[in-house]
């Protein structure tokens, strides 16, 4: 399908269900402002403004080594576990900068959930990568831990995959099944924010499918950052689109105008494949 026909098929969607959706102002669950990251010498974000709205899908792209995956690790503060990294801005999550001193970065990491590009389940049971998160948080109630699993599992879809087998290994189960593990590990702690890291890119296009219905559904109580080097998923997915091209957002819009319309020189030589 080409871009225009996805476009087409969305917008159709889109009138039929929500008439007044996008002139309605969405409150913002990051405010990003004037965000540089430097690692060692090198720049790798540059002079990042950036709204990104409450239970929307913003989606990120741009061509490689742009600072997609710097970008949202940036977000929960997990880029720092490079050493030589340095930033310089804001990062405002409820009202507070994440930067200050004084910010618990564990509680950020608690409310800010990632999926990564290759499935990373624990290699222990389904059962006990699901509530690792909830007993580190001091859950031991046996009853309270299978709820969380059923409730985690089902939100990630694959419930009815593994209920019969929740103490067999997660590395028993294939790409896509590991990948809503990964995303059903991340609900357990009941983030407000769900970042993903191309978490498609290693998937069959049938496990692609179901990650993307995933998506809308949970953006019903999750607000979802998603990297995407896939344009059309990007298009399918996302209410937001913002273009980086070397460490610097060319471009941020509703991602219908982005794609049909966009604004900027580079990002239609690169949604149209000029480039990239
Ligand atoms: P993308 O996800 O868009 O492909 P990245 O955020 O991974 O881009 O990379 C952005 C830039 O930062 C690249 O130039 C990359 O080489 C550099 N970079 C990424 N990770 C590191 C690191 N751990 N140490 C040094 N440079 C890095
Ligand atoms: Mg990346």
Redesign the pocket.
Known sequence: MDMQSVMNEKKEKKNNSTSNESKKEIPSVFSVKNLNLWYGEDQALKEINFEIPEKQVTAIIGP??CG???FIKTLNRMVEMVPIVRTSGEILYSGKNIFDSKFRVEELRTKVGMVF?KPNPFPKSIYENIVYGPKIHGIRNKKVLDEIVEKSLRGAAIWDEVKDRLHENAFGLSGGQQQRICLARCLAIEPDVILM??PTSALDPISTLKIEELVQELKKEFSIVI?T?NMQQAARISDKTAFFLNGEIIEFDDTNKLFSNPSDKRTEDYITGRFG
Do not use: L, N, P
Request: aromatic fraction near 0%; hydrophobic fraction near 10%; glycine fraction near 10%.
């Open positions: 490689s080594g997609k995956s710097t590009q890291d191309e990297v080097h």
